[in-house]
């Protein structure tokens, strides 16, 4: 940690991957008034090269030289999800802060683990669910605590997208190593309904499916949870590019180049075009840091769209006097009586959100929402998405927690 003029602590971070993940994050970094991004680990040359000739920070070809320097307070592991458990605790036993992206692990044994390790080790270790620090969820979820609208009941989220055919890894296709829609996308769409709802889930029937022998990963769930509190939602998401949920949701979405008028299943024509695994990877490779299909998301930040973002689909939530679904600037509220529009043009976005958790964790001690408890319930649901799908029966599970708010 080092002292910026004003007498602010300043937290000097590192990034171990700089893929497409990261590059989504590295704008908001670099904005944050007390975040100082100084270094970056890699097994990819050409990656390390981009960060050093445009960031201008350190460079290491290997994770553990990461965790070893003394140069860094805190590491954002952004790495294919099979090595987050190797690298969190690389970095907690060098007694560095983790955030780590979702899914945290990919088993509750791995998780425990983790969160011991930074127990042991008096780090804090914190989960990037950013779309859950949304202005928009966090508002709803004031909506939730103050009772304005009365109770809250139903849930129901929708998302239909091209997840599956966009630019893939061999991992993002590979279910043992997390790959496919619950995997890469459950956690995002979970966690906001475990935020707004009250976080513990008591049972999860679900379903997911494998629709294409040639993209052999999960493509889809449904699912239908049910809260400790009573609370019901249906989680529902297909990246098979045929519908596309945008059309229903006035461009409240995650992308940022939906051309208008939009073009149907764009994604699989381009992969098709592409024709070989190899040429895929390419496409890929520019999605990450420093590449040239990086998105608005991951450019500088003044091209940032003036509305923050947040995960694609129509979520309606409902509250026994009124239902609330997101617009463009902010919520609209459909109460007994009247339609009231509730303007949300902060600028600021979900990536904020964490970065401050993470910030108010280390530099004041507080607890964040996103921690690893928080992270290990989330996962205890995306697993629970599986296990109902091949029982065919309904999962009741026990890691669950409150909402930290
Ligand atoms: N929060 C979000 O919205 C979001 C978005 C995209 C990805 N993610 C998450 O980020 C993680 C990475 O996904 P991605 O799409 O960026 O993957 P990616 O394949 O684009 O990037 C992974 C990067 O890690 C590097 N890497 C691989 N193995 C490594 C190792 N052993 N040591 C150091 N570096 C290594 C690769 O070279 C690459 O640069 C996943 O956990 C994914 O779920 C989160």
């Excluded at 040429?279 to 608005?296: I, L, N, V, W, Y």
């Amino acid at each position: 940690m080092t002292i910026a003029d004003n007498n602010s602590p300043v937290l000097n971070l590192g990034i171990i991957g700089l893929g497409g993940g990261a590059s989504q994050m590295i704008p908001a970094f670099l904005k944050h008034p007390h975040i100082n991004l100084m270094a970056a680990a890699d097994i990819d040359q050409e990656q390390l090269d981009r960060f050093r000739s445009e960031l201008h920070g350190d460079t290491y070809s290997s994770a553990e030289a990461l965790c070893q320097s003394n140069n860094v307070d805190v590491i954002y592991i952004a790495t294919p999800n099979q090595f987050h458990i190797e690298h969190a605790l690389m970095a907690l036993e060098n007694k560095k802060h983790v955030l780590i992206e979702k899914p945290m692990t990919l088993t509750l044994d791995d998780a425990d683990e983790m969160i011991r390790a930074a127990r042991r080790n008096e780090m804090q270790l914190t989960v990037n669910v950013k779309h859950s620090f949304e202005p928009r969820i966090r508002k709803i979820r004031e909506m939730v605590l103050n009772g304005e609208l009365g109770r809250l009941r139903m849930l129901n989220y929708w998302y239909f997208n091209d997840w599956l055919y966009s630019p893939r890894t061999k991992e993002e296709l590979t279910p043992e190593l997390g790959g496919g829609v619950p995997w890469r996308q459950g956690p995002h769409q979970i966690d906001i309904l475990r935020t707004i709802a009250g976080g513990q889930v008591r049972s999860v029937r679900a379903m997911t499916g494998v629709w294409d022998e040639n993209r052999p990963v999960a493509g889809h769930y449904s699912s239908f949870l049910e809260f400790e509190n009573g609370v019901v939602a249906t989680a529902v998401y297909s990246g098979y590019d045929h519908f596309n949920s945008r059309e229903f949701t006035y461009r409240v979405d995650e992308g940022d180049d939906w051309p208008d008028p939009p073009v149907h299943a764009r994604a699989r024509a381009a992969l098709r075009q592409a024709g070989s695994a190899e040429a895929e990877t390419a496409m890929k490779r520019e999605r990450r840091f420093g590449g040239s299909g990086r998105t608005a998301q991951g450019a500088a930040p003044d091209q940032r769209r003036p509305t923050p973002w947040i995960l694609g689909g129509p979520l309606v939530v409902s509250f026994d006097k009124g239902d609330v679904r997101l617009t463009p600037d902010g919520l609209l509220v459909y109460g007994d009586e009247s339609k009231q529009e509730v303007s949300l043009t902060s600028g600021r976005d979900g990536r904020d959100g964490v970065i401050d958790q993470v910030y108010d964790a280390v530099v004041h001690g507080k607890r964040p929402a996103n921690d690893g408890e928080w992270g290990m319930a989330t996962l205890e649901v995306v697993l629970a998405l599986f296990q109902s799908g091949q029982e065919r029966k309904e999962i009741y599970l026990s890691h669950q927690i409150a909402t930290i708010d």
